[in-house]
């Protein structure tokens, strides 16, 4: 008994310290490869496709991933998409001067990063006891968020010119395939006996259909977020470095939330927390436009608690949809909410872009107050998720 549970936490200990690194990739590769087109003097418009590139490659994935699931071990997967990801990333060093050849790798990149992100959510949540599920996936999206706030610091150490950026991304894929590999022998099997999906991957849907909307809605709403935040807050009169300053309390408020509200949904339940927190990032919005123009030390407490919130949708959905699935149900209800999310992020800047443009100025927290307040409406008649009590 003692056994398994110092094995089960070493796992445990192992795959987040796999999620920080995960996050200093997305946060590395998301700020040097846009710095790097700008200095070769791409226009702005395939700088942002590079970007759209790397982000939507989780679309594809989560419509492909389940034949992988079906075929590989989690450690195989997880690895091989590191080792990919690192080839990837040192061909890419090539080809500034081919746009097409670049925009084409970083889809394979990212590719490798949401399989890297897919699995390892899965992995945590069928090797987490119920009992701890919240804390666990607080501490994970705390390392994730950590990790994205680290990562463009790196690009201040090796500069955006010559092979050692390329080398430190390379490297940084690398230290995730030989740190899961530690974990391999804790890996979850259940789901490779299942056949593989057949037909159309959305059929899922049917499986989490309140927790895939809140997916879809706060994919649109965190990825307008970090498109605008910053734009909204200089048209309402914030200097830039201020406006800035906007997405930082973000970040910093998010690791503290992350785990606070994990734990709260182990002493509550997981859904009546993404309740919670749904309501907060609605009813938090409507006072965004009041508190921005006079930018006194309440938006930036008012920024490290609502804005910290935000991020914690995505974990405690993960949290539900752990407790409320098991196996190849498990594996296809995170597929299913991750596509739900990827094809948020790829159109809630447009969207929130329109509404700004051609509805109002505000368009940002108009946007997060209907997002989030149909969110918090279609959870709240939701039924609760059952889980049964693992023993460790």
């Known amino acids: 008994m003692t056994e398994r549970f110092a094995h089960r936490y070493a796992v445990l200990a192992i795959l987040l310290l796999v999620s920080g690194f995960q996050g200093i990739i997305s946060g590395f590769t998301l700020t040097f490869f846009p710095m790097l087109m700008e200095h070769a003097g791409v226009a702005t418009e395939f700088i942002g496709l590079g970007n759209s590139a790397q982000m939507g490659a989780i679309i594809a994935v989560t419509l492909i991933l389940p034949y992988f699931l079906h075929k590989l071990r989690l450690p195989a997967l997880y690895a091989g998409s590191c080792l990919i990801g690192a080839v990837a990333v040192l061909v890419l060093s090539h080809t500034t001067d081919n746009l097409a050849l670049h925009i084409l790798l970083r889809l394979l990149m990212g590719s490798c990063v949401s399989v890297m992100y897919i699995v390892l959510e899965y992995w945590l949540n069928a090797t987490v006891d119920p009992n701890l599920r919240g804390k666990v996936l607080g501490c994970y999206g705390m390392a994730i968020v950590t990790g994205m706030g680290a990562g463009p610091l790196l690009i201040g150490e090796t500069g955006i010119g010559g092979f050692a950026p390329f080398m430190l991304g390379a490297a940084l894929f690398l230290v995730c395939a030989v740190i899961s590999l530690l974990a391999r022998k804790g890996a979850p099997t259940g789901h490779l006996d299942a056949e593989p ?139 299913t909410f991750v596509l739900m999310y990827g094809l948020g992020g790829l159109i809630g800047p447009y969207i929130t872009g329109q509404v700004i443009a051609h509805i109002t100025t505000h368009g940002l927290p108009v946007i997060m107050v209907l997002a989030y307040g149909i969110c918090f409406a279609t959870l709240l008649f939701s039924r609760e998720p059952k889980h049964s009590k693992e023993s460790l």
């Not at 309402?236 to 690791?255: D, K, N, P, R, Y």
């Open 197 to 335: 999906p057949r037909g159309n991957p959305l059929r899922f849907l049917r499986l989490a259909p309140a927790l895939a909307l809140a997916g879809l809605l706060h994919g649109i709403v965190e990825s307008g977020m970090y498109s605008f935040l910053p734009v909204y807050g200089m048209r309402e009169g914030l200097s830039e470095h201020q406006a800035a300053t906007l997405l930082t309390c973000v970040f910093w408020g998010a690791i503290a939330l992350q785990l606070i509200l994990g734990w709260l949904a182990d002493r509550w339940t997981a859904m009546n927390t993404l309740r919670l927190a749904a309501f907060i990032n609605a009813g938090g919005a409507l006072l965004l436009p009041v508190l921005l123009p006079d930018a006194g030390n309440m938006l930036w407490v008012y920024m490290l608690i609502w804005g910290g919130t935000i991020p914690t949708i995505y974990t405690l959905t993960s949290t539900c949809i752990g407790h409320r699935y098991r196996d190849e149900k498990l594996a296809n209800a995170i597929l």
